[in-house]
């Protein structure tokens, strides 16, 4: 029996060339009315992989990225394709200050936490930061020789000062809009969650982080999906590894 690997990315961007490299074939989208891109195929001796693109605005044409499209599409994911495990990966910003530069891959390897949801009420100030689970990357991490990281996720690519002193109090690696809330759905409905991400820009860097995305982004997500396939190679080959257990 072949395990279930479901990968979760926000942009064509970042996920299509994965898809054309493991010879993924598109079905079905998730949910027509969402448009999230489902594509499937197996992958070495033991996985079944299905790699969902969160799909493109058909008003705006662009992708539909951000921690609302995220949560709807990791809750059909899992309704859907029942996977074992669930990975995202992707693109995000990255602190120079903590010895970060563009196009490092990274394995996110604490709880994942919202840095702009600001509710001065006791209880529902700890319950925004989020802080979800992901699962024990150690050995992964050791083997690929991949760096560990701390994301910290909003919903915008621009950092307000109160944004950055978040950060900085969270001791974020790197930012970007997806992660928590997807970390948030794997979590209740207990699905082993782990992340990847390569860094776009640098946050705490003069250059505009929009300006730094675009010329990088082709680069970052070239070693982020190579870095994937490794992950992926690992799994099939480690189906004992920590990673896999529910927390
Ligand atoms: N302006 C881009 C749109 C994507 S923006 C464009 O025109 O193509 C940000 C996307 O990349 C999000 O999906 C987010 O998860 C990630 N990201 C990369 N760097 C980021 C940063 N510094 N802050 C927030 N998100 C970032």
Redesign the pocket.
């Known amino acids: 029996m072949r395990h279930v690997v479901a990968i979760q990315v926000?942009?064509k961007?970042?996920g299509l060339g994965l898809a054309q490299k493991l010879g993924l074939s598109e079905r079905e989208a998730l949910d027509p009315d969402f448009g999230f891109r489902w594509f499937r195929g197996e992958f070495g001796n033991h996985l079944n992989l299905s790699l969902v693109l969160q799909g493109t605005d058909p008003r705006w044409e662009?992708?539909q990225?951000?921690l609302e499209a995220a949560a709807v599409c990791t809750t059909l994911i899992i309704q859907q394709i029942k996977p074992e495990l669930l990975m995202n990966f992707?693109?995000?910003?990255?602190f120079e200050s903590r010895g970060w530069s563009i196009g490092e891959a990274c394995v996110i390897s604490e709880p994942i936490v919202f840095h702009d949801r600001r509710v001065s009420i006791p209880g529902y100030q700890e319950s925004q930061l989020g802080a979800y689970p992901v699962a024990d990357t150690s050995r992964l991490r050791q083997t690929l020789g991949l760096r560990a990281a701390t994301v910290s996720?909003?919903s915008?690519?621009?950092?307000s000062d109160r944004d950055h002193e978040m950060l900085v109090s969270q001791n974020a690696d790197?930012?970007?809009?997806?992660?928590a809330a997807i970390a948030w759905v794997a979590h209740r409905k207990r699905v082993p969650f782990l992340a990847l991400k390569s860094?776009?820009?640098l946050?705490d860097h003069p250059e505009p982080?929009?300006a730094?995305?675009?010329k990088n982004?082709a680069l970052a997500s070239h070693v982020i999906q190579d870095r994937v396939i490794d992950a992926l190679k690992y799994l099939d080959e480690h189906l004992d590894d920590p990673i896999w257990s529910r927390s």
């Open positions: 926000a942009m961007e970042e662009v992708e990225i951000g992707g693109t995000a910003g990255g996720s909003g915008s690519l621009e950092m790197v930012k970007e809009m997806e992660c860094v776009t820009d946050v982080a929009a730094q995305f675009l982004l």
